[in-house]
């Protein structure tokens, strides 16, 4: 069974522009969750879809986007890019029940700011 | 407010030395305590789910226990490839399907 995939998995971009992040479930999980990993914050949450719906979100600022599409892959987008934007971007993938699933994580998006 | 603060930061053991590292957490209903494995330059991997006090499970050299303000993860005999972050992680009732973790114990096993 494949595991989530996550494309690209290194970019570099300067200040001011913005950056969209690619990423796709274990087959047959509905929910995807999108986490933010810096060395001094850890990993903290972005949001999550289900079923193209933003089911819930973190404390970011709307700066930080995404969306998710009918086969379940979703996009992160981050506008006007910060240098303290700089981190590794993990996706996760869950069946998407209420319930306290497991998430599978994919390797992540490694973005550095310039 | 939910918190998770795992201890040590930093643990280092000589190969066949087990230890535990703890994960003490603070949540407005516990739906779920979530293990995760990280190696360097990737994502973490999963390994257990606790659900209520007293659960207990096991894989290989791990196993993880929960009680109703901390778990912990015990390693018995390490090897050195058992080397990783090790991340706690807690899922509350009031933060949907969230997962809150804590800045993690990174284990470094040498032979």
């Known amino acids: 069974k494949a595991g989530v995939t996550q494309t690209p998995r290194y970019l570099i971009k300067t200040r001011g522009q913005q950056v969209t992040l690619s990423c796709s479930p274990i087959?047959?999980?509905?929910?995807v969750s999108w986490y933010q990993q810096t060395p001094g914050q850890g990993l903290q949450f972005l949001f999550e879809?289900?079923?193209?719906?933003?089911?819930n979100k973190g404390n970011f600022p709307g700066r930080f986007s995404g969306r998710q599409f009918s086969n379940s892959r979703s996009e992160m987008n981050v506008s006007t890019l910060e240098l303290g934007d700089s981190a590794l971007y993990l996706c996760?993938?869950?069946?998407?029940?209420?319930?306290?699933?497991?998430?599978?994580f994919g390797p992540g998006t490694r973005l550095t700011v310039l | 407010e939910d918190q998770v603060t795992q201890s040590p930061e930093a643990l280092r053991l000589q190969e066949g030395e087990s230890s535990s590292l703890n994960c003490s957490y603070t949540?407005?209903?516990?739906?779920?305590l979530f293990w995760y494995r990280q190696d360097p330059g990737k994502g973490p991997e999963f390994l257990f789910t606790?659900?209520?006090a007293g659960e207990e499970k096991e894989k290989e050299r791990l196993k993880a226990t929960l009680t109703k303000k901390e778990s912990f993860l015990h390693i018995t005999a390490p090897k050195p490839e058992d080397s990783a972050t090790y991340l706690c992680?807690?899922?509350?009732?009031?933060?949907?399907?969230?997962?809150?973790f804590g800045k993690g114990t990174t284990l470094s096993v040498s032979s």
């Open positions: 996760a993938s869950s069946l998407g029940g209420l319930a306290a699933l497991e998430q599978f």
């Open positions: 087959s047959g999980h509905r929910s």
């Open positions: 879809y289900f079923s193209e719906t933003q089911r």
């Open positions: 949540v407005s209903g516990l739906r779920g």
């Open positions: 606790l659900y209520s």
């Open positions: 992680a807690v899922q509350a009732s009031q933060a949907g399907t969230a997962l809150i």
